[in-house]
T-cell receptor
Framework: DSGVTQTPKHLITATGQRVTLRCSPR?????VYWYQQSLDQGLQFLIQ???????AKGNILERFSAQQFPDLHSELNLSSLELGDSALYFC???????????FGEGSWLTVV | GQNIDQPTEMTATEGAIVQINCTYQ??????LFWYQQHAGEAPTFLSY????GLEEKGRFSSFLSRSKGYSYLLLKELQMKDSASYLC???????????FGAGTQVVVTP
């Protein structure tokens, strides 16, 4: 158990819909990272937050947004969903030093 | 930007040793990570190198040469459960983006 908690574990939704994925980082970790992993694809960096502020941005679509709340949990919002958005979405967290980054179990999103 | 290269697949026999190489080109560098990922599961942290040299942790060792933009992960005494994808990742200067390579699928045969 990495200590990073993600919900929901599985989600099936229709095209055009909107979903929210939730992540609770390890206790004390200030950084949260979001990644997308499609079938047979590598981990694609989406976005990072540090203590509530956006720190780095990757190939995140405009239909996607994220935020980190004062209690340090983070949410990834995916809207106007398309079939191609079906993927495993991982959240990871790290402390200030950044030398240990642990991943949650992921949220499986299926868009039908 | 960052560019990370690692072999797509490697096959080795149970009990053997396998070395997975990773080369990278980054605009900023603040450390290199190795992760293990079984299909459909979360990546599991294996090692972190920021200084040149070898870090040993049980059956796994990781090496880094910053001047050459090169790292390797050494897996010794291979077990069937080591069959997985091994991901090399670099951390940029601002402790921000953690960029992953495509992963090396290691297949351990009896």
């Amino acid at each position: 158990d990495s200590g990073v908690t993600q919900t929901p574990k599985h989600l099936i939704t229709a095209t055009g819909q909107r979903v929210t994925l939730r992540c609770s980082p390890r206790s004390g970790d200030l950084s949260v990272y979001w990644y997308q992993q499609s079938l047979d694809q590598g981990l694609q960096f989406l976005i990072q937050y540090y203590n509530g502020e956006e720190r780095a941005k990757g190939n995140i679509l405009e239909r996607f947004s994220a935020q980190q709340f004062p209690d340090l949990h983070s949410e990834l919002n995916l809207s106007s969903l398309e079939l191609g958005d079906s993927a495993l979405y991982f959240c990871a967290s790290s402390g200030h030093s950044g030398n240990t980054i642990y991943f949650g179990e992921g949220s499986w999103l299926t868009v039908v | 930007g960052q560019n990370i290269d690692q072999p797509t697949e490697m096959t080795a026999t149970e009990g053997a040793i396998v070395q997975i190489n990773c080369t990278y080109q980054t605009s900023g560098f603040n450390g290199l990570f190795w992760y293990q990922q079984h299909a459909g599961e979360a990546p599991t942290f294996l090692s972190y190198n920021v200084l040149d040299g070898l870090e040993e942790k049980g059956r796994f060792s990781s090496f880094l040469s910053r001047s050459k933009g090169y790292s390797y992960l050494l897996l010794k005494e291979l077990q069937m459960k080591d069959s997985a994808s091994y991901l090399c990742a670099t951390h940029d200067d601002s402790w921000g983006k953690l960029q992953f390579g495509a992963g090396t699928q290691v297949v351990v045969t009896p």
